[in-house]
């Protein structure tokens, strides 16, 4: 765009006429942006440009697209890049091995810098805008933020501290009442949760009744587990008399056994057993008076009245079948916690959980750490669960088993389903069908008054009643379109969709993961699997399952090359290459990075856009791909793990439970995409209807061996539906 005083008058005329309103600041800013020879003054970059400008300054989007097409015309930069299709020269030889991308620079150790400002290998160039006047306009922007009630920025990226996270800040206009009559319902009215600078809820109302089980769904990163988190931390005010209990951390360990370890977690037992211990101590001793003596007596019965009414007496074996359901076997019942790994110390933890019976329990993602067997026991032990449960799962079938009532979380509202999971599913259906036809019906009513309005407004005949028209128009309320449903679309690859997809890779001849009479022990006089043989082709689509301890990690560490047999054969392709998804998944990140840092020290040589491609179609698209990893939710952090796999190409794809953490729909996404992969497939998991989805196969890892698991031709069921019904759990 030349510089002269006529085109630059020229473009203010236009922009006022557009937007009359549009301040004399943010004017200033808007001329700099033109009077800036190295602007892009392209159509898409003025629409990003002016667009918010405009329309805080009251221009339609009608307007605006038309203004962005008269200044995209009227430039001459644009009139010179149309090549009418011809085929053009290029100055000078690009060789591609050199196009690096920018965003390399920043994956160097102590290299710093904001990828979003890299325009080039030479890095940010300095910018040409006048400092002052962008002051200005962003201190106008969010003044009109502040007026409209959004003080928080949608597009900042947070900071990741790894020692300390982000504050939840609550605003709760109205405190319940509930504590005067002792109610244990839960209702908690109009408040606001935001979390690293995103708001989570807004004017948002629970109810939770006595004895309901709760199951909280909605997509990654939408809030769920800050939700839970505010509430145990107290941030939101429940009465006093509630109490409380959230699984979400593992115990510490100690040289304390797991099973005291559960019942130390009844707090009123551990104090009445103590003050019984020290009643009987004080009457034995023969310096006690006999007045004293008297009084302790009658507190002893009292604390004795007290632990009959608790059942304390059946508190041990009760602890003990929590164990045992959750898959503790008496040696390890006995064992120190220290001795235990991270899952199983969650699992304590809900051990814990279980045996205090809360009166409201919150439990976050508790089946990720269970096997087939535990997470049928859970499902069975919370069907009777006769105090309030809140739980998190993405797990469909454990929903269905155990919810009463689904609270969706979604655009910064909650809302209330009655039913299990399925039910909700095909409620939530209805409703979303019902608001489109009810939107569809509101705007065609309109474009019907509008139509008139337009054909007779002018007529001598018709004039009072397109008058009569524009009024009933103008009391309309806006019409606003239903949100996007934020869990409808995803695996299916459908316009807006997330769709996730490994690329097919060449074919390799068999054997391609082969292992025959393969035995494994981490010493000698403890062996884990024992003559094991297994045959994983290109067409394989397999599931692997068994109860945690059984060898499936082990299995998996045989596999890939990071164990070898201490006797038999495991043969590996020369030419293959595995993708591995760890359960532990986060130990493969860096979390300091961002995604597209991350995929960059991966696999250099790539654009800065080859890297944003392969996030977004993981769901990692605009800032949260520049985010650092640390401050993505646990299923984003997954994404980002499927995004580098797919780049590696891999002919098989060995996958540790990987639902763990992702929402309802990126598991739909995850199975279309291993359904349609052309290599072989080995999953652990315990989500039935996953596996059911993407494998033929089972195989049955227990005691040291694997066998396969034949399921009935022609019974309904799905086989890996069949092997969860054939469990014989005991309930407690």
């Excluded at 409209?148 to 009442?177: L, M, S």
């Excluded at 499927?642 to 992702?662: S, Y």
């Amino acid at each position: 765009m030349p510089g002269t005083e006529l085109d630059i008058a020229q473009i203010g005329g236009i922009i006022k006429r557009c937007a009359p309103s549009l301040d004399s600041d943010l004017m200033e800013y808007v001329m700099g942006y033109f009077e800036d020879s190295s602007s892009d003054q392209s159509r898409e970059a003025l629409h990003d440009f002016l667009h918010p400008l405009l329309s805080e300054a009251g221009g339609t989007d009608d307007e605006i697209d038309a203004v962005c097409d008269r200044l995209a015309a009227m430039s001459p930069n644009n009139a010179k890049s149309k090549s009418n299709g011809e085929v053009m020269a290029l100055g000078t030889s690009v060789i591609m091995s050199q196009t690096v991308s920018a965003t390399l620079s920043y994956t160097q150790p102590g290299g710093v810098g904001d990828i979003r400002h890299t325009q080039s290998g030479k890095g940010p160039a300095q910018s040409t805008v006048d400092q002052r006047k962008l002051r200005a306009a962003e201190k106008k922007l969010a003044e009109k933020r502040a007026a409209r009630g959004t003080t928080y920025d949608a597009d900042g990226i947070p900071v990741w501290n790894p020692n300390e996270k982000p504050a939840i800040i609550v605003n709760q206009a109205k405190r319940q009442g509930a504590a005067v009559s002792g109610s244990k319902d839960i209702k908690l009215e109009n408040f606001d949760i935001q979390y690293a600078g995103k708001k989570i809820l807004t004017n948002a109302n629970i109810t939770l009744n006595y004895g309901r089980r709760y199951g909280l769904v909605g997509k990654n990163g939408i809030g769920k587990s800050t939700l839970l988190r505010a509430i145990a931390h107290k941030e939101l005010q429940l009465p006093p008399h509630i109490r409380v209990l959230h699984v979400e951390q593992e115990i510490a360990g100690d040289d304390t056994p797991a099973i005291t370890s559960v019942l130390q977690a009844d707090q009123e037992r551990e104090d009445l057993l103590k003050e019984e211990k020290k009643l009987n101590s004080a009457l034995n001793k023969t310096s006690t008076t006999a007045e004293d003596a008297e009084k302790m007596s009658s507190r002893l019965k009292e604390v004795y009245q007290k632990l009959e009414d608790i059942e304390a007496d059946k508190a041990e074996a009760r602890a003990a079948a929590i164990l045992n359901g959750l898959g503790f076997s008496q040696e390890q019942q006995t064992a120190a916690t220290r001795t235990f790994s991270g899952g199983w110390r969650m699992r304590l933890a809900l051990a814990r959980a279980l045996l205090c019976r809360p009166d409201l329990l919150l439990a976050d993602e508790v089946t990720n750490y269970l096997d087939f067997p535990a997470v049928v026991w859970l499902e069975r032990y919370f069907q009777k669960w006769s105090a309030t449960l809140l739980v998190v799962s993405h797990d469909r079938s454990f929903l269905d088993a155990v919810a009463t009532d689904i609270l969706y979380l979604h655009n910064g509202q909650l809302d209330y389903y009655r039913g299990n999971f399925q039910n909700f599913v095909a409620t939530k259906g209805e409703r979303r069908k019902n608001q489109i036809r009810e939107y569809e019906a509101q705007l065609q009513y309109r474009q019907h008054l509008q139509a008139f309005i337009d054909r007779w407004r002018y007529n001598a005949k018709r004039a009072a009643q397109a008058q009569s028209k524009i009024k009933i128009l103008e009391k309309l309320p806006p019409l606003e379109a239903p949100p996007k449903d934020d869990m409808e679309g995803m695996g299916e690859g459908s316009e807006g969709s997330v769709y996730f997809k490994f690329p097919d890779p060449e074919k390799l001849s068999p054997p391609i993961l082969q292992m025959s009479d393969a035995t494994f022990g981490y010493t000698p006089s403890r062996l884990i699997l024992k003559n094991i043989s297994f045959d994983l082709q290109m067409d394989s689509k397999i599931a692997i399952v068994g109860p945690n301890g059984a060898g499936k990690s082990t299995l998996i560490h045989l596999l890939t090359g990071e164990n070898q047999p201490q006797r038999g054969i495991c043969h590996r392709h020369g030419r293959l290459r595995i993708g591995l998804f760890s359960q532990h998944h986060v130990d493969q990140l860096e979390l300091g990075a961002s995604s597209v840092q991350f995929l960059a020290g991966r696999f250099p040589g790539h654009t800065e856009e080859d890297y944003r491609r392969a996030l977004a179609r993981y769901g990692l698209a605009g800032t949260t791909a520049l985010q650092p990893i640390g401050t993505l939710s646990g299923g984003q952090k997954s994404r980002v793990v499927f995004a580098w796999m797919a780049m590696a190409n891999p002919h098989v794809l060995i996958l540790d439970e990987p639902t763990n953490h992702l929402d309802m729909d990126s598991i739909d996404a995850l199975a279309a995409a291993l359904r349609e992969f052309s290599g072989g497939i080995a999953i652990v998991s315990h989500d039935q209807r996953f596996l059911d989805a993407v494998c033929n196969e089972v195989w049955v890892c227990d005691k040291g061996t694997l066998t396969r698991f034949e399921g009935k031709v022609g019974d309904g069921d799905g086989v890996v539906e069949q092997y969860k019904k054939s469990l014989h759990i005991e309930d407690v």
